[in-house]
């Protein structure tokens, strides 16, 4: 009987969860970037508390001293710090045309401790783009269960992760 029970699960997953191919889940969606200058542009998600993937970032490149940048202050402004970029590297921003990027927040912050996130140019104390976090923003979490229990040899498994609201791993 349970080996049916995880059959009709699994099939119902596959069936009914995976949504589109073309648009998969990336994350919980955080916002479309402002922009202001330098043809900045994205839209951003919170893949986890620490992490925020840019799909389709734009930006020219012809800024003098621009990272990204983010802060807990109302505004975006000189007191903040850089995010390093997709690489783990604090470089001033080169040019980027429709990437998708992962960022990494340092120093084990959170993306509940931040108010926004900027392309902001240090040199000029200028944001050219920016996103704020809506108060009381939640990111995904992973959920760690046991392993699969059946009453038969048939069905084993290791430990099943649900990621985020679409996506369970079993190992």
């Known amino acids: 009987m349970e080996y049916w029970g995880v059959k009709s699960i699994l099939i119902a997953a596959i069936v009914f969860g995976l949504g589109d191919a073309a648009d998969p889940y990336v994350g ?11 043809q900045v542009g994205g839209k951003v998600y919170a893949v986890d ?6 799909k389709n970032f734009m930006y020219d490149g012809n ?3 621009t990272f990204f940048w983010a802060g807990s202050r109302p505004r975006p402004g000189p007191q903040g710090f850089i995010v390093p970029n997709e690489l783990g590297r604090t470089n001033i921003l080169e040019r980027y045309l429709n990437k998708d990027i992962s960022l990494t927040l340092p120093d084990h912050k ?8 900027a392309i902001y140019d240090l040199g ?5 783009g920016d996103i704020y976090i809506p108060e009381g ?9 046991n392993k699969l229990s059946s009453k038969t040899k048939e069905v084993k498994s290791g430990a099943v992760t649900i990621a985020d609201s679409k996506t369970i791993i079993i190992e």
Request: aromatic share 10%.
């Open 63 to 65: 800024g003098g001293d």
């Open 49 to 54: 508390a620490h992490t925020l993937l840019i």
């Open 137 to 145: 923003f939640e990111p995904p979490q992973k959920i760690i269960l």
């Open 28 to 38: 919980a969606l955080v916002g479309e970037l402002n922009s202001y200058h330098h």
């Open 124 to 128: 000029r104390l200028e944001s050219f």
């Open 110 to 117: 959170t993306i509940m401790e931040i108010k926004w996130l």
